[in-house]
């Protein structure tokens, strides 16, 4: 099975086609709140505040000063290494608490400001809450009610230039159950959904700058009830768009974002939307592809340079389970392929060639996609992926880069 993508002034029919905007060539540069905390952690925070000191302390009687040290160091006069780009201040919650274990931000959120007054410092590891580790450093925020969250404005955006938002949340197992978390860039709801429980998973989604400082919003969208979500290691990031050049594109980790055009392909009418993301495992070797409007650890791929110079395959990096030689199938071990073809698309613990390779081809400005494509999409925009993205060691497992 040929699948390569025909461009046409009729219609025409295509198999899958991933395409790619503004690379190596001008192209187009695609657009696209509940429950308390619980009772006994309230009751054991002693925060006390002395008006004239403003001195608070955590839930183990230690003592801050409102104003942090590193703040105090900034404030004096500190020079700052000039960094290009967005830089998400205080996105790891480092700076405004030393508490052993926990504590209530009654001083705010040093760089960020709150919305609600049921947020906590956490330290990783925090005996009351069954020793949650955090993402990255020694701390990380919940928010414990409904409605309750944290905004910035993040400044050294580049309008119209796509970036990642990258956070690091869960929700606890030890409360009333799920909890959803909403992101908002510029007031533009991007993500409520139901997080991941326990230990705190990583998600990313793009945005187009619309201007060059950028308001980011994180808050608990509910249910209400006695439900904690953890909140660390923000980080932004520009979206950069993968090089399919030969090998230069090889064992190379990716995104692939659908875009959706409104009529003819256009600034004005492209927006990239949902990641492509494995399914649960499956006995039988086969998992279904959800479409995710954040990326998380099933969104990534390996990308595998197939026979000829724009034939591709894309592993999963995150289902990495073998499955039993069944249905006639020899299994690759943990190695599940992008597959795609009219009737189904899914993630195989197989190659096939005729169906698990495709056809890479740059879409410049003015050419016409054929709107008949697979059962997974036929426009993309596949992005590279890094694993010290969000400046964490264990981001995505180790890729297992195939044959």
């Not at 909403?182 to 991941?196: D, L, P, Y």
């Not at 494509?373 to 995505?396: K, R, W, Y």
Request: glycine content about 10%.
């Amino acid at each position: 099975m040929m699948l390569r993508s025909y461009f046409c002034s009729g219609a025409c029919r295509s198999a899958l086609v991933l395409v790619f905007f503004g690379l190596m060539k001008p192209g187009l540069a695609l657009s696209a709140s509940a429950g308390q905390t619980s009772e006994s952690a309230s009751s054991s925070a002693r925060l006390l505040r002395n008006p004239d000191s403003e001195i608070e302390l955590d839930s183990a009687g230690k003592a801050r000063f409102g104003q942090p040290a590193a703040l105090e160091a900034r404030d004096a006069g500190t020079e700052a290494t000039e960094v290009a780009g967005p830089q998400v201040a205080n996105g790891g919650f480092e700076v405004g608490s030393t508490t052993l274990d926990f504590q209530q931000a009654q001083n705010g959120v040093p760089e960020w400001n709150k919305i609600g007054d049921s947020i906590m410092f956490i330290r990783d590891g925090s005996t009351e809450f069954q020793g949650q580790s955090a993402a990255r450093g020694n701390y990380f925020l919940a928010f414990g009610a409904e409605g309750s969250g944290v905004f910035q404005s993040v400044g050294g955006h580049v309008v119209d230039k796509w970036y990642r938002l990258f956070w690091h949340a869960s929700y606890s197992e030890q409360k009333e159950g799920v909890a959803k978390l909403k992101v908002s860039v510029q007031a533009t709801e991007k993500f409520n959904e139901e997080v991941k429980a326990g230990k705190l998973g990583w998600y990313h989604i793009t945005y187009k700058a619309p201007a060059a400082d950028v308001v980011i919003t994180f808050e608990h969208a509910g249910p209400a009830g006695d439900r904690a979500i953890f909140l660390d290691a923000v980080d932004i990031k520009p979206a950069v768009m993968w090089d399919p050049s030969h090998n230069h594109g090889n064992n190379k980790m990716v995104t692939l974002q659908k875009v959706t055009c409104n009529g003819y392909p256009s600034l004005a009418t492209c927006t990239r939307g949902r990641f492509l993301s494995a399914g649960e495992y499956d006995d039988d070797g086969t998992s279904s592809i959800v479409e995710t409007n954040a990326a998380s650890e099933r969104s990534v791929w390996t990308s595998l340079h197939k026979m000829g110079a724009t034939r591709w395959a894309f592993k999963s990096s995150g289902l990495v389970q073998a499955s039993p030689n069944t249905a006639g199938h020899a299994r690759d071990g943990d190695m599940w392929y992008l597959h795609a073809d009219y009737t189904s698309c899914e993630a195989r613990n197989w190659y096939d060639k005729a169906t698990s390779t495709f056809d890479i081809q740059l879409n410049p400005m003015g050419f016409e996609v054929s709107n008949v494509g697979t059962e997974c999409g036929s426009l993309f925009a596949i992005q590279t992926f890094q694993s010290s993205d969000p400046l964490s060691d264990n981001f995505v497992p180790t890729p297992n880069l195939g044959r």
